[in-house]
């Protein structure tokens, strides 16, 4: 059986490869206007001829990944580009994302870095990178409260719906210095939003500090996010702040990564 080097004319081929580019080009282009565009609209942000990328539409509207309204003459992504990107984010996750970003992270500071999120309010941890062994892990479910850890927190204080009304009052306590009381974790949930990132000041393990910062979707829900992890002779409090920014700054990137978007703050 003959391949399709040795049917398709090399001329042909450039051809079609040069019309899947361009297809690709106005796809993405559509991507970004939530309100649609017109063709010439999009013509004019890929640079095409206003027929050529009329014809590209026409091409992915026939595979469900345009969608052309004929009450405003505009074109909108259609539901084949939005399945194709689901499943992307559902095989993949933020796990194969965060995995060099951690790494990088726990070399820079030497410390342990978490990748996590809260199933059933306790907390699960998706990965974990120590430096000084120099691997990752995937320790898995934790018995850790989601209110006792600075992943829980992050989470929890970027979420539109907390929850909060399925907490137990007093809270379960780990340590004396684990929150006990619903009104401090929300005024403490308020300040991690603010932050942009929450702190566990030993609240599930005596002489340990963590900061955490929340990873975002698509929609901006917070799906999971990340932690520094460390003695607190290591990580005394007037090193919060910068540590914090780093996590922050390194879960921003995970973010964009995967595809989601930060949400706004006031």
Same mark, same amino acid.
């Given at each position: 059986?003959?391949?399709?080097?040795? @049917? @398709? +004319?090399?001329? /042909? &081929?450039?051809?079609?490869?040069?019309?899947?580019? !361009?297809? #690709? #080009?106005? #796809? =993405?282009? #559509?991507?970004? &206007?939530p309100d649609g565009a017109t063709a010439s609209e999009l013509a004019r942000a890929t640079r095409l001829s206003v027929s050529t990328a009329h014809r590209l539409l026409v091409t992915l509207q026939g595979g469900g990944f345009a969608v052309f309204e004929r009450?405003? $003459?505009?074109?909108?992504?259609?539901?084949?580009? $939005?399945?194709?990107?689901?499943?992307?984010?559902?095989? &993949?996750?933020?796990? /194969? $994302? /965060?995995? +060099?970003v951690i790494r990088e992270l726990g070399l820079a500071g030497g410390e342990t870095v978490n990748l996590g999120r809260i199933e059933n309010g306790r907390l699960v941890f998706l990965a974990r990178f120590e430096p000084r062994a120099g691997r990752c892990s995937a320790p898995g479910v934790s018995d850790l409260p989601a209110h006792c850890?600075? %992943?829980?927190?992050a989470i929890l204080g970027s979420a539109k719906e907390p929850q909060l009304l399925v907490l137990t009052d007093p809270?379960?306590? *780990?340590?004396?210095?684990? %929150?006990?009381?619903?009104? =401090?974790?929300?005024?403490?949930?308020? *300040?991690a939003h603010a932050a942009g990132f929450a702190v566990d000041d030993e609240e599930n393990t005596i002489g340990l500090r963590c900061v955490a910062a929340p990873i975002f979707d698509e929609l901006r829900r917070p799906v999971a996010a990340i932690s520094v992890a460390a003695p607190a002779e290591r990580f005394p409090k007037h090193e919060? /702040? %910068? &540590?914090?920014?780093?996590?922050?700054?390194?879960?921003?990137? %995970?973010?964009?990564?995967?595809?989601?978007? =930060? +949400?706004? !703050?006031?």
């Open positions: 059986m003959r391949t399709v080097d040795e @049917v @398709v +004319p090399d001329a /042909a &081929r450039e051809g079609s490869v040069r019309a899947v580019e !361009r297809a #690709l #080009l106005v #796809l =993405e282009a #559509l991507s970004h &206007r009450s405003t $003459f505009r074109w909108r992504v259609g539901r084949a580009a $939005f399945f194709t990107g689901s499943a992307f984010a559902d095989d &993949r996750g933020p796990t /194969a $994302f /965060a995995l +060099p850890s600075s %992943i829980g927190k809270l379960p306590a *780990l340590t004396p210095k684990s %929150i006990r009381s619903p009104s =401090e974790l929300v005024r403490q949930l308020g *300040l919060v /702040a %910068i &540590r914090g920014m780093m996590v922050a700054a390194a879960a921003r990137r %995970i973010t964009y990564a995967i595809g989601g978007a =930060e +949400p706004k !703050r006031a």
